[in-house]
Every structure is written in C-alpha cells, then in structure tokens.
C-alpha cells in the first residue's frame, strides 16, 4: 500500500494578531496562528516533553490543525527574515557603457541564439530557443550591427521589452555606448517616454517651441528608469536611434519601443549623439529579464532563465552573465505554497471547472507583502506511520508572518518555540 509519510503544513499570519501560545482554539483571534497542548489548553512555550498541535482559525470558525506533534520528535528547524532584494537575469555583450566593444567585421555572418528555460511558460525546463542573423556589409561598424538585432528583436512580443498587458515581454533589449553625449539645444521642461512605443510625446518647452533640436539620424541617450524630477542620464543607460523628428506636433520616433518605464522626463534625462559620433563609438547589447505577471493557481511566479549564444562575433567582449536573484519572503511564493498546502487537504483549486470546495477554504498570504519564514520538521509520535507501512512518518510546518510582525508579536522562535536568541526572526 501507498505510505504518505511526508506531510506539509503551511500557515500564514496575518498583520496583527499572528501568533499566539497562551490562547485556546475557542478564543484565538481570526487567522491567528497558535499552539496548543493535546488537551486543548493554551501550550505556553513550548519545553522537551510537551505534546502539541499548531493551529489557525479562520472567520466561520473552521479550524485548521497539524497532527499531534512531540517536541522531543523536532528533528530540525531552519528559517529566513525577508530580503526584498530580487535582482532580474541580465547579459551583456559588448560595451555596458563604460568598457566593452562589439567586433565590426566586413562581410560576416553574426548569430545569436537565445534560449529561454524558465517555467513561467514551459515548466519542467522545456526549451524555447530564439535565433537571429546579421550579415554584415564591406564597411561594418559597431553601431550598425547593434542596431539590427535590437530593431529585429524588439519586432518579437518575447523580446519587445513591453512589461504590462496581454503580450508583455519577456525580456528587453537595449544598447550602449561609452560615447560621450550632449544637451540638446532646446530647452524641454518635460516629455513623454511611453514603455512599449517608439514615440516620445507631450513635450513641454520652457524655451523654444518646438523639437528641431533633436536631428533624425542621431541618437538618444535616454534615462531608463526616470521620473518628472531631476534624473540625469548616464552612460549606463540605453540609446535609441531617431527614426523622424515631426517639428508640427512635436513627437520624436525612436527605431525600437522604449525598453523603460513610462515617465515623463525632464531635459536632463534626454541627451543626444550624434550619428557621426556613433559611427565609430564602442556598442553593446543587454538583453535582461523582465518581471512577469503572476496569478495564484494559475501561473507559477517564476523569474525569466535564458542562456545567450554568440557565433560569428570575433573578439566582441563576452558576454557578462548576471544571475536572477530570488528575493527571500515574496508574498508570490507564501501564497503559491500556502495555495498547495490547502490544496493537499483536499481542495483541488488547480483541476479547473470542476465540483470542489473551493469556497471553504481560507487564504491569508498578501501577495504584495513579504514574509519572516520558519520551517520545522518532525518525525511523528507513535503511530509512527502516516498511512501503512513502517518507519516513522514525517511532517513538514511552514509558518510565515508579515515582516516585523513576527518581532512585534514576541520573536516566535525564541517565545513560542524556544530556539534561543539567535535562531529565527530574532531582527
């Protein structure tokens, strides 16, 4: 017979009132998560020797409950305080805008491959490869091969650098120069970078009345992540070539959509270079993960995995891998765990429109909050075996508070479960 003899729990605070061990079930606040010896009492903190169940009751009175665990039985506690850091995979090759250099060979096939193996959409490490292709002509320059792949794979809904909506993106795509760039001569109070579009709109002037200072064929240098306020731009952020400058309405196209944020940006965050500068200007290309959109149940919060592959690129500077960096504590991940620890139990949230009791079950992780988390395992107490067969059988508890909660309400490692000072959530 089957034996099920590794059995998680999950249980997720609230903002206040999360944790109690000197309550009973009966006077628990909603969703607080408290402990309580076999006999139903209040446990206190928790000593070696003790029997006890860890709890959560939600509004209707239903009461959610691990099996009777012994202390004695821990066999191992581990945990982490949030870390809100989550950084997104970028490669860069060529220049990062500050060293760095793409190799212009005359008449060369340049390749690049990009596989993606993240389970945003493909789970269990399906490959979704992407290839593009440059010919270079008799007098290559760097610029003109950095201009064909960002235009080309900007052209491409994965790579189109678009963060919201249906057919957002997957990645972006952006280049940069070590060149030095300049002001532009009109005075441009503010203007309008819309994320997705080629166009910059909405100028407002506080000299001048129109954009002549901006000359098709050159480049902008524009601040990616800007606000109204006073960002300057630097050359680390990405440069876009002017398709065509319309002085009548004043709106500047741009070869590729903004890979940025929309904002509306000051002067100082637009600066221009000049096309013959460019001509013989150090380039280079990013390609960087874009956070996607995540629905509980029904897309699994997952960060953007891709490998790049250059063939045909001579001594081009190689490219420089950083590594996505998962924050710890993300309210995607409590709720994505704390969805399948209530699914275990008997709700089948994920098997579509089918009968199920869906509506009986409480969820309490704020996807937008962040989460202290502690982990415990413990053999179970005698019978030692969950369904059939022998050895003992094991259990998992998972208990996740709000940051900070978990010092307001006591430090819960060390007051309920009597780890020590240094142990879980001591902040």
């Known amino acids: 017979m089957f034996k099920q003899d590794n059995n998680l729990y999950v249980f997720v605070g609230p903002t206040t009132g999360a944790f109690g061990h000197d309550v009973t079930t009966s006077a628990a606040a909603t969703n607080e998560i408290h402990t309580v010896h076999e006999t139903g009492v209040a446990s206190g903190v928790l000593v070696a020797g003790d029997l006890f169940k860890i709890s959560q009751k939600d509004a209707d009175g239903n009461v959610r409950s691990t099996p009777l665990l012994a202390w004695n039985n821990l066999i191992k506690s581990s945990g982490k305080v949030t870390d809100a850091t ?26 690049m491959r990009v596989n993606f193996k993240n389970n945003v959409d493909l789970y269990s490490e399906q490959s979704d490869l992407h290839f593009f292709e440059y010919v270079s002509d008799a007098s290559a320059t760097q610029i003109e091969i950095a201009d064909y792949f960002a235009q080309t794979m900007s052209k491409s809904q994965k790579f189109s650098g678009k963060r919201t909506g249906k057919n957002r993106a997957a990645v972006k795509v952006e280049r940069f120069t070590s060149a030095a760039d300049a002001a532009i001569s009109t005075d441009i109070t503010t203007a309008k970078v819309t994320n997705g579009s080629k166009f910059i709109t909405d100028f407002v002037f506080g000299s001048g009345t129109d954009v002549s200072g901006m000359v098709a064929g050159n480049y902008l240098r524009i601040v990616e992540e800007g606000t109204v306020t006073d960002t300057p731009v630097a050359t680390t952020d990405a440069i876009y070539k002017i398709v065509s400058v319309d002085n009548t309405n004043d709106i500047i196209e741009l070869d590729q ?4 944020t929309s904002a509306a940006l000051q002067d100082v965050a637009i600066n221009q270079i000049t096309a013959a500068v460019m001509a013989t200007a150090d380039v280079g290309i990013r390609i960087m993960g874009l956070a996607q959109e995540w629905k509980l149940g029904l897309l699994p919060y997952n960060q953007v995995i891709f490998e790049v592959t250059l063939d045909g690129w001579g001594d081009t500077t190689a490219v420089a891998n950083t590594a996505a960096v998962t924050a710890a504590g993300q309210g995607h991940k409590i709720a994505e765990l704390e969805w399948f620890s209530q699914g275990s ?33 413990f053999d179970l107490a005698d019978p030692k075996h969950a369904v059939a067969g022998a050895g003992a059988g094991k259990v998992s508890v998972v208990v996740a508070l709000p940051d ?12 309920v479960f009597g780890f020590g000072s240094d142990h879980i959530f001591n902040e």
């Open 86 to 111: 989550t950084t997104e995979q970028s490669s860069v090759f060529g220049s990062g805008g500050s060293t760095g250099s793409i190799d212009n060979l005359n008449s060369n096939r340049y390749t």
């Open 257 to 260: 959509p903004f890979q940025g």
């Open 345 to 377: 139990a008997g709700a089948p949230y994920r098997h579509g429109a089918v009968p199920n009791n869906a509506d009986n079950i409480t969820l309490v992780a704020d996807k937008d909050d962040w989460y202290d988390v502690i982990e415990m395992q």
């Open 404 to 415: 900070g909660v978990a010092t307001a309400d006591g430090t819960m490692g060390n007051d």
